[in-house]
């Protein structure tokens, strides 16, 4: 039996199926619904009772893609769709018709430069070399859509490296920002799952100023930490003026809901070159010692 060669397989694959169901005689029988194979039948797929098999669905297709990809790990930045890249912050300035719009144009110019830095950010992690296994490390992973999330896949791009963008159906359009690599561009239906994506292969995190959005990921991802649910990473606060002005860390302390150590979860830094050297420093020896807590700002 040796030298006769066994078939690997001996049913039909499901694409070949699947293009047999579609040359079916019209009838009435195979012209309703019914008839359809199951994983062909759009509408069957989208009912309310089947909502656990799309959820296997949205886990399953970029876990295969990533890894198909040789993806080991990512870094994942989170921030703003509303941060101008510089060359546009006059803009938004000029189009203020309001003393509110301009003071809010005012602030938004004034982080612009993170766009900068985000893209610097995804340059360096993008030059990171393959392991020992031949797996690619710190991929730029982001939400896909503009501001930060687009500096972050262009930075990828820049270097000629690729990058990884999760968007998601919204009522208004999200589209994918150029930059994503398009066959690491995903879309999800569920926030649950896309945050799973985020995480499953994060080895670091930069969060840069941002909204709702950006807080929603960051304090899942803190939360997720904090109570062992997730190994401890690098967690970098990209603006540690912003961050301490919209969130009062240490008041959460004295109020007791959080405790001391928890400060001890991420770190402030303000540039990409900064982020990149507690990177390797930390992972260089493993010692959570170097993400120690910040001191609060001197007074004024």
């Given amino acids: ?8 397989r001996v049913f ?28 062909q039948d759009i509408d069957f797929l989208l009912r309310d009772d089947l909502r656990p098999v799309r959820f296997q669905l949205e886990l399953m ?16 930045m989170y921030g703003s769709a509303r941060i101008p890249a510089p060359d546009k912050a ?19 110019h004034a982080k612009s430069h993170y766009y900068d830095e985000a893209r610097k950010l995804a340059q360096i992690a993008s030059e990171c070399p393959l392991d020992a296994e031949g797996k690619r490390q710190f991929v730029v992973c982001s939400g896909g859509g503009p501001s930060i999330m687009e500096a972050a896949n262009r930075g990828a791009h820049d270097v000629g490296a690729e990058s ?4 998601i159906v919204l009522p208004f359009e999200q589209t994918p920002n150029p930059y994503v690599t398009p066959h690491l561009s995903f879309q999800f239906h569920y926030f649950a799952l896309r945050k799973m994506h985020f995480l499953l292969r994060a080895r670091a995190v ?12 960051l304090f899942e991802l803190l939360t997720l930490v904090q109570t062992g649910k997730m190994a401890q990473l690098p967690i970098f606060l990209f603006g540690q ?17 959080i405790s001391e150590n928890d400060l001890n979860l991420f770190r402030f830094v303000e540039t ?19 993400l120690h807590r910040d001191p609060p700002p001197k007074a004024a």
Avoid: C
Avoid at 12 to 28: I, L, M, N, Q, Y
Avoid at 68 to 75: L, V, Y
Avoid at 206 to 217: H, K
């Fill in 61 to 76: 297709k970029p876990e295969l893609l990533l890894d198909e990809a040789n993806i080991g790990s990512t870094f994942v």
């Fill in 12 to 39: 039909a694959r499901a694409k070949e199926d699947a293009a047999v169901a579609e040359t079916a005689t019209a009838t009435p029988q195979t012209a309703n619904n019914s008839y359809k194979l199951a994983f």
């Fill in 206 to 217: 930069a969060a840069f100023p941002g909204g709702f959005g950006t807080f929603d990921e």
């Fill in 90 to 108: 006059d803009a938004l300035l000029e189009a203020a018709t309001s003393d509110r719009q301009r003071r809010v144009a005012e602030r938004l």
């Fill in 164 to 167: 990884i963008g999760l968007n």
């Fill in 272 to 290: 990409a070159e900064e982020a990149w050297e507690k990177l390797n420093l930390y992972y260089a020896t493993r010692d959570r010692v170097h």
């Fill in 1 to 8: 039996m040796a030298h006769r060669k066994v078939p690997k």
């Fill in 241 to 257: 003026k912003f961050w301490r002005r919209v969130v009062d860390f240490e008041g959460l302390v004295e109020e007791g809901v």
